[in-house]
């Protein structure tokens, strides 16, 4: 159980753990690359340490360092047959992705997770890589995992996106390189694009321009890589200063791409002060400190295109919205209801506890500020990011805020609680 009591302003220097994002893509591109690659800065949550399991599991000799991790490519035909079930724990991004890769393997996996996982849906991937030609056999209609794959001989597709999502691009794009043509992706909108940067870095044949991404044959060369910290764990820490007024709040180096600073945006039109300072690029990514002031800040209506580019942020926004001043509107985020787990329902149960007055909608939610939020206790739901989100609002709360089941924190931000009592003051 974490609790968290009221803070006069959040102040100092710090720095987060690396991008999750980042992190599962550089052992995946790294492991089906030719030579050696070295990866540094990555994120030691459980998440992506999963990650590096599979992949060990698929006979790539992965050395951990700790603070860097040595990967010997095995090239893209040098994945072995698993011995066993391949469980990639709490991680979407592990299962969509590395069904991509398996997709195109002449062998026989399963692929399963943990509760959460098994309730979200794999229909998304497993649809087009079917179309490509691999034996996908999952659980009910939604095609739920586990799911048992033997792929091999691929064709490639033209697809189009039901959804701007990057996990389902990316599963695509990984089951591409095993094809002998063209591969062409439309519709992935805003979503994050750090696999078709990633990819471009490693060497591959890949064009994306608006809309439209395209994939031809490639060999992968084994790379350096320098992982920025996470912008979705540094949104915590953001959004809870930039509502404090007297805060002052330096994060260094976080990844700063575009696809992925939505929360940037979303705040200074709420009435924040943050800037950009040292800025740099690494591996085809910005990187740069973000600076944040405390203030006032005013409701506003989210949605359309900016969705993909803060849709892990929105439990977080969810609580600033709770201490602006007037009404806050976030609609088209029905892809929240698919994540982790609903966090649009989770987010206003949890809310109402703390006493805030915020209404489900289909899509989204409707929150009327500013609130004065009470302590309690709160429940993350197992979510991660539901978690965190709860003890920002514990911030500001009149009595200590107490979140049950809050190690699954540990999936994306080991070293959170630390990092907020370091600068909650
Ligand atoms: C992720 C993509 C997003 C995001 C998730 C991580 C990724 O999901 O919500 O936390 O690393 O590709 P979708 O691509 O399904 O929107």
Redesign the pocket.
């Known amino acids: 159980m974490l609790k968290i009591d009221k803070a006069n302003k959040i102040q100092g220097e710090i720095t987060v753990p690396g991008d999750?994002?980042i992190s599962?893509r550089a052992i995946i591109l790294s492991s089906i690359s030719r030579g050696p690659s070295r990866i540094e800065g990555f994120l030691r949550g459980e998440d992506c340490l999963g990650t590096i399991d599979c992949f060990r599991q698929l006979g790539v000799d992965i050395v951990d360092k700790g603070s860097i991790i040595y990967v010997h490519g095995k090239g893209l035909g040098g994945l072995r047959e698993p011995g066993d079930i391949l469980d990639v724990g709490n991680s979407?991004?592990t299962i969509r992705l590395v069904s991509g890769i398996l997709a195109g393997q002449n062998f026989f996996t399963i692929i399963t997770g943990d509760e959460s996982i098994r309730q979200r849906p794999m229909d998304r991937i497993a649809i087009p890589l079917r179309q490509m030609g691999a034996n996908i056999h999952a659980r009910g209609k939604g095609n739920l995992a586990p799911m048992a794959i033997w792929g091999g001989d691929l064709k490639p597709i033209d697809y189009t996106l039901p959804v701007p999502?990057?996990?389902?691009k990316?599963a695509i794009l990984l089951a591409g390189l095993y094809t002998k043509g063209e591969t062409s992706i439309r519709g992935g909108g805003k979503?994050?694009d750090h696999t078709e940067r990633m990819l471009g870095a490693f060497g591959a044949n890949i064009l994306f321009e608006n809309n439209l991404l395209t994939l031809r044959p490639s060999t992968l060369y084994g790379q350096e890589i320098q992982i920025p910290g996470d912008i979705s764990s540094a949104a915590f820490f953001i959004a809870g200063a930039a509502v404090l007024p007297g805060s002052h709040l330096r994060i260094k180096n976080v990844g700063l791409n575009p696809t992925r600073t939505g929360i940037i945006d979303i705040i200074r039109e709420m009435g924040g002060n943050i800037e950009i300072d040292n800025q740099w690029m690494s591996g085809g990514e910005e990187i740069g400190d973000i600076i944040v002031r405390g203030g006032k800040l005013r409701g506003i209506n989210i949605g359309g295109n900016i969705i993909?580019r803060l849709?892990?942020e929105i439990p977080v926004i969810a609580v600033i919205a709770a201490l602006a001043q007037g009404k806050t509107l976030i609609t088209g985020a029905e892809?929240l209801k698919v994540?982790e787990t609903n966090r649009i329902s989770a987010m206003v149960e949890e809310m109402n506890k703390l006493g805030i007055r915020v209404k489900e909608l289909a899509d989204g939610m409707e929150i009327h500020g500013p609130n004065k939020i009470h302590g309690g206790q709160v429940e993350s739901h197992g979510d991660h990011r539901i978690a965190m989100a709860l003890a920002i609002a514990g911030l500001f709360a009149n009595s200590p805020v107490k979140i049950k089941n809050s190690n699954c924190i540990g999936i994306s931000f080991p070293g959170f609680e630390e990092s907020l009592k370091k600068i909650a003051k």
């Open positions: 999750k994002s599962h979407g991004t999502s990057a996990q389902i990316s979503s994050r993909p849709i892990d892809e994540k």
